[in-house]
T-cell receptor, first 113, second 113 residues
Framework: EAGVAQSPRYKIIEKRQSVAFWCNPI?????LYWYQQILGQGPKLLIQ????????DSQLPKDRFSAERLKGVDSTLKIQPAKLEDSAVYLC???????????FGPGTRLLVL | AQSVSQHNHHVILSEAASLELGCNYS??????LFWYVQYPGQHLQLLLK??????LVKGIKGFEAEFIKSKFSFNLRKPSVQWSDTAEYFC???????????FGAGTTVTVRA
């Protein structure tokens, strides 16, 4: 079974630029998550989708971050404009349901200069 | 807000030594508990989980964890570690009516051959 796919794997940008990350979940998984993992910390949930609807985005900095999940499958996470403190690994995960095991992708490592 | 505490930031031990990693959470209601592991260069993967039933849970690669409700703890154990257990270990919790997975800061385990 194919796992969660993410791209790009690495991205370097300057502050105030914009960036987008893409995630393809495991086939058939209804729930999709985006996490931010800052160096030395555990992943922090940014947004959670159930099919193409948002379940929770309470920790998403909505002035600069946005995410969508078109047709309930792939998802994109965008940052515009980026700040230095956005340097982190952005993880995508998917699960069959809200309380089921989450499967993580390899992450996108973002460096903002 | 839910919080998850992992007691050790970095643990160094020799092969065949026993391992125990502490995890405490701050919510008094029903919880689902997880341990995830991230091997060098790989993505996060599930080691074991507890939803209900026997509080002693066995996972992959010889790991087990014990849920002690009165102590709000879910400690991870392995009686005899191998060099290949070198990784970062994350404890995580879902509150049953919240659906958000909250992670601890992680414990880096280094096993010396």
């Amino acid at each position: 079974e194919a796992g969660v796919a993410q791209s790009p794997r690495y991205k370097i940008i300057e502050k105030r630029q914009s960036v987008a990350f893409w995630c393809n979940p495991i086939s058939g998984h209804a729930t999709l998550y985006w996490y931010q993992q800052i160096l030395g910390q555990g992943p922090k949930l940014l947004i959670q989708f159930q099919n193409n609807g948002v379940v929770d985005d309470s920790q998403l900095p909505k002035d600069r971050f946005s995410a969508e999940r078109l047709k309930g499958v792939d998802s994109t996470l965008k940052i515009q404009p980026a700040k230095l403190e956005d340097s982190a690994v952005y993880l995508c995960a998917s699960s069959g349901g809200l309380l089921e095991t989450q499967y993580f992708g390899p992450g996108t490592r973002l460096l903002v200069l | 807000a839910q919080s998850v505490s992992q007691h050790n930031h970095h643990v160094i031990l020799s092969e065949a030594a026993s391992l125990e990693l502490g995890c405490n959470y701050s919510y008094g209601g029903t919880v689902n508990l997880f341990w995830y592991v991230q091997y060098p260069g790989q993505h996060l993967q599930l080691l074991l989980k507890y939803f209900s039933g026997d509080p002693l849970v066995k996972g992959i690669k010889g790991f087990e964890a014990e849920f002690i409700k009165s102590k709000f703890s879910f400690n991870l154990r392995k009686p005899s570690v191998q060099w290949s257990d070198t990784a970062e270990y994350f404890c995580a919790v879902i509150i049953s009516n919240d659906y958000k997975l909250s992670f601890g800061a992680g414990t880096t385990v280094t096993v010396r051959a």
